[in-house]
């Protein structure tokens, strides 16, 4: 099992910035992708940002340029964050940390999901 906890501030002004944080415990070895969500009222939980156990990252058109994700795999906890720079009002969501296995052979593969971070932004 893995467990994800999310820590950040999430109230800010328009054209402001932000930092989220995840870390990660548990079985980490287990982790491949990781990667952010955010859901805002009404609307489907939709992928922001996935970085890649090397360090690759994939970003939604509607945060490129303004949005960044690093991670750390340290030796215990793995540790994800999201610099989110000129914020904007559409921005406002429910922010989860997202956690993947590799697909396995048999075509499992595990999601693992932070308790969400409440971002607003205001204009």
């Known amino acids: 099992q893995v467990q994800l906890v999310e820590s950040g501030v999430g109230l800010v002004q328009a054209g402001g910035s932000l930092r989220l944080s995840c870390a990660a415990s548990?079985?980490?070895?287990?982790?491949?992708?990781m990667g952010w969500y955010r859901q805002a009222p009404g609307k489907q939980r939709e992928l922001v940002a996935n970085?890649?156990?090397?360090?690759?990252?994939?970003?939604a058109d509607y945060v490129k340029g303004r949005f960044t994700t690093s991670r750390d795999n340290a030796k215990n906890t793995v540790y994800l964050q999201m610099q989110m720079n000129s914020l904007k009002p559409e921005d406002t969501a429910v922010y989860y940390c997202?956690?993947?296995?590799?697909?396995?052979?048999?075509?499992?593969?595990?999601?693992?999901w932070g308790q969400g971070t409440q971002v607003t932004v205001s204009s």
């Open positions: 548990g079985t980490i070895f287990s982790i491949n992708d």
């Open positions: 997202n956690a993947k296995s590799p697909l396995y052979s048999d075509g499992t593969q595990y999601n693992y």
């Open positions: 970085i890649t156990r090397s360090g690759s990252t994939n970003y």
